[in-house]
């Protein structure tokens, strides 16, 4: 079968068909979706029947795959697949819960000494109304930038922490996870340039989230919070935006090189949703 790619039709997001993920990619099959991956950002599957041991076996030739962190978030015998939505034994959401968009931008394990490479989400169950993703394209967020403000951008150096979140989701009334449900230590603090360059392309991209990352090294907190708040606001303008509406059966890989994403609200006494995410460990120094 051949591999279609169809455009979403913003700077990033392309649906791909005439791939099953049902088989391990070949390495043709691979490098086609590799080239796409760095073309388009986001690669929409629709029309997947995959049990989770598919999706880890059709994740895994595309580098090492991290296990879940939160022990609870794990589904049974499948360490590799992290549990989101509200079926699961704890409630996992990265949407505002106070259904406001103050949305909650960030790359998967930014704030992780390993963050993660690329990330698939798999639909198997999604709200009529909300619970979407929304992407954001980080190469258009930097090339928007004065020369000016691309090269103070550069020279910064950005805080991340998973504290940051869980600040946010306790002022949106939502309980984070206690340290003793995570597999390994996560209140570290790490630091990436603000601007890093994608490995395969050369290209820069902005490296940063709302509400992980925490500050600016060397500044203030006020004054930090206040550039960083203006740069993302800018940096997820809707142009640079996809958002998409999951259907069960979707599958979604997007590369968090250069690409932020946020959940969108849903009403959780409505409605389910259940979506399995598998990590790709990053496998390249973050310059
Ligand atoms: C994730 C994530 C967003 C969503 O699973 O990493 O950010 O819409 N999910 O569930
Ligand atoms: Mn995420």
Redesign the pocket.
């Known amino acids: 079968m051949t591999i279609e790619c169809t455009p979403l039709g913003n700077r990033i997001g392309a649906v791909v068909r005439g791939v099953s993920l049902k088989d391990v990619p070949d390495g043709e099959t691979l490098d086609t979706l590799e080239t796409l991956l760095e073309e388009w950002g986001a690669l929409v599957f629709p029309d997947q029947e995959i049990t989770p041991a598919e999706q880890v076996a059709f994740s895994r030739p595309f580098g090492p795959l991290e296990e879940t962190a939160r022990i609870d978030a794990r589904l049974e015998g499948q360490p590799e697949i992290?549990v989101?939505g509200n079926t699961g034994k704890r409630i996992v959401?990265?949407?505002p819960a106070d259904g406001s968009d103050d949305l909650e931008w960030?790359a998967?394990h930014m704030h992780l000494k390993v963050p993660a490479r690329a990330?698939m989400?798999y639909c198997k169950e999604t709200p009529s109304v909300g619970?979407?993703?929304v992407f954001a394209c980080m190469y258009s967020a930097y090339d928007a930038l004065s020369p000016e403000e691309q090269a103070q951008a550069e020279s910064l150096t950005a805080l991340h922490s998973v504290s940051g979140l869980q600040k946010y989701l306790k002022t949106k009334g939502e309980k984070g996870a206690a340290e003793g449900e995570y597999a390994s230590p996560q209140q570290l603090t790490v630091r990436w340039p603000l601007v890093r360059t994608h490995p395969l392309t050369g290209r820069k991209a902005l490296y940063v989230g709302s509400k992980v990352t925490i500050g600016i090294e060397g500044w203030d907190e006020d004054r930090a919070r206040a550039y960083l708040d203006d740069l993302l606001a800018r940096a997820t303008v809707p142009e640079f935006r996809y958002s998409h509406p999951w259907k069960p059966g979707d599958a979604v890989l997007w590369d968090n090189r250069r690409v932020l994403?946020?959940?969108?609200p849903f009403d959780g006494s409505l409605y389910r949703r259940e979506?399995h995410?598998t990590t790709i460990r990053e496998d390249q120094p973050i310059l």
């Open positions: 992290f989101v959401s990265f949407a960030h998967d990330s989400l619970g979407e993703t994403h946020a959940g969108t979506m995410r």
